[in-house]
């Protein structure tokens, strides 16, 4: 079986089919933006209100499905097929292992809506929710919970472990299509794989900019907040430019370690940034607080999942595209992404510890972020001094970590620091988003040409930038709801040659056993090789039975029961 890397070095240096045709929908999508704004942002919105008012039922339905397959894949009788070869051992230690799911759940989201989301559940609850400001606080947090939990990680195990049996089990290039070979065969390799790599790479893409557009948002909400610069769409768009640079000479003079410097260096940033707030703040509400509320979102977990506002009605329905049907599109949009970088780093795993380390892992140390930002605000909010949210009970979402931020000790110095957060964050996204969107882009090759990568890191600045200006934020989410649309399809897919190919080989290594059970004992039970069909029993074993069965010197039969 040939190694990713043998596979990819005789690919071509693009993929014709795959790479004009979602360069072509992307650049005329950005120039429909950019040169009529106003249009696209009308469009954006009657395409939202249909997807949500049409499909929010099943954004719901299929982000619970997937939560529930991957449980199933990773606690039945195929949780012990390993990620790899047999004789493979993990690449990486359990403890790097999970410091790299850290990193892969690490992004500028969770900056951008560590605070604002819980406060914006908090000072406007979903339809139906009612009760005293400390039950709307517990009730914020589960909320939010609920968007960073167990169903995001769910959508990225579909696609991770999909792609992690595809490259490291098959040796497979690193593309999308491979996932699907189970099931559509040879058909990957012509126009079904092509329109499967195209839907996954424009999906990628959109991902990508909405993340890049809420980090620049917020960057420049901070600058206002520190007195440096006054946030508008014309700052915005230098934003972009300036980190889009830094984007470009990382890719074109290749300083691989310096991008893995500065992801580190954010990792530990972001952790000393927790750290003192959970100590300068109030720490035995916070610790508290985390127990409590991972107990209520256990607690009210299905309903959760399964909450379509359907007795809510127009509200409900708004509130709905706002949030989590614009979570479960996001999450999805993002999939490709994600779960190609994790199932790179899940070589010699078994499908049960894959599973569990994906969904526990960042899962838990997600939620530890929203209860130390997202608790101390609410703190604030309940107990003083308060104000981070408005008389009219508006959350200024962008900038409501900052406000939070300036009222502990050392704000100003904490506002520095989340600041350079947010934009390493820029950098590395965008320098990795475009590494994966090259390897689709490019057949699945490991090290794609530079250009390539060039390429689409203007791509997504040129996305973001667009997106801002035909709508800002509501554009962000519009584009992540109906990007999902095409791919979750793909991803329902994934999940059926996931279940073919598990059991495939589930099956084949039951006869292999029952093989060398008949090889060695059988015929001790009086289990007769020639009563088997070939493929269970190889023809030199059969004449192993027969020998045996002509010098055996008793025709008593065994009294042993198998």
Known sequence: MPSPSSTSSKLPEVARWVFWPAAIVILVFVAFAIFFPDAAESLFAGIQAGIVSNFNWYYVLIAAFFVVFSLWVGFSRYGDIKLGKDDDEPEFSLGSWFSLLFAAGMGIGLVFYG?????????????????????????????????????????????????????????????????????????????????????????????????????????SAGLESAGIIAASDFVNIILILVITGAVLFSVLSGVAKGMKWLSNINLVLA????????????????????????????????????????????????????????YWGWWISWAPFVGIFIARISRGRTVRQFVTGVLLVPTLITFLWFSVLGGTALYSELNGPGGLVGRDGSVNVEGALFAMLNQLPAGSILTIGAIILIAVFFVTSADSGALVMSMIASGGQVEPKRWIRAFFACVTSALAIALLLAGGLQALQTAAIIIALPFSVVMLLMCWAVAIAFGNEHRAFEKARRAAFLASIGSHYGLDPDQSDDATVPAGRRAIFRRRKRNSTSDEPPTEVF
Do not use: C, K
Not at 284 to 289: A, G, S, V
Not at 290 to 311: D, M
């Open 115 to 219: 605070v604002g989301e819980p406060l914006s559940h908090f000072a406007n609850p979903r339809p139906g929710v009612e009760g005293t400001p400390s039950q709307l606080a517990q009730q914020a947090l589960s909320q939010t919970y609920l968007h960073w939990g167990v169903h995001a990680w769910a959508i990225y195990v579909v696609v991770g472990l999909a792609l992690a049996y595809a490259i490291h089990r098959r040796g497979r290039p690193v593309s999308i299509r491979w996932a699907l070979e189970p099931l559509l065969g040879d058909r990957v390799r012509g126009g079904w794989g092509n329109l499967i790599d195209v839907v996954a790479l424009v999906g990628t893409l959109f991902g990508v900019a909405t993340s890049l557009g809420l980090g620049v948002v917020q960057i």
């Open 271 to 326: 952790g000393m940034i927790v750290l003192f707030i959970l100590i300068v703040g109030p720490t035995q509400f916070l610790l508290r607080d985390f127990v409590q509320s991972i107990g209520a979102y256990l607690q009210g977990f299905v309903g959760l999942s399964f909450n379509a506002a359907a007795f809510s009605g127009e509200a409900g329905e708004a509130w709905q595209a706002t949030w989590t049907t614009f």
